[in-house]
Nanobody
Framework: QVQLVESGGGLVQAGGSLALSCAAS????MAWFRRNPGKEREFVAA????????YYSDSVKGRFTISRDNKKITMYLQMNSLKPEDTAVYYC?????????????????WGQGTQVTVSS
């Protein structure tokens, strides 16, 4: 059983930056997803168990950076050049596999979600 505790998020103006973190209780493949009311959960970024491989959605590539510190068992999402369309609840996720995935149903564990709001 992996427990995920998120922190970060908040309100920022367009063009600004925010950082999210997710503390996990075990080492596993991890990812960030986001969701707006009435919409499906959307893949944002994922990182391999060792941290050597990262994957991004086209909508955030070049602006967001996913990383992890396996000593602290914590994953991070640095979000730069934020846009109003980045506004969403962001979720940390983990799965019982060494295979990275961008599909929400492949993930076994989820954080509680943290709100990110980007004003125009």
């Amino acid at each position: 059983q992996v427990q995920l505790v998120e922190s970060g998020g908040g309100l920022v103006q367009a063009g600004g930056s925010l950082a999210l973190s997710c503390a996990a209780s075990g080492r596993t493949v991890m990812a960030w997803f986001r969701r707006n009311p009435g919409k499906e959960r959307e893949f944002v970024a994922a990182i391999s168990w060792g941290g050597g491989r990262t994957y991004y959605s086209d909508s955030v590539k070049g602006r967001f950076t996913i990383s992890r510190d396996n000593k602290k068992i914590t994953m991070y999402l640095q979000m730069n050049s934020l846009k109003p369309e980045d506004t969403a609840v962001y979720y940390c996720a983990a799965r019982d596999s060494v295979v990275v995935s961008n599909t929400p149903s492949d993930y076994n564990y989820w954080g509680q979600g943290t709100q990110v709001t980007v004003s125009s």
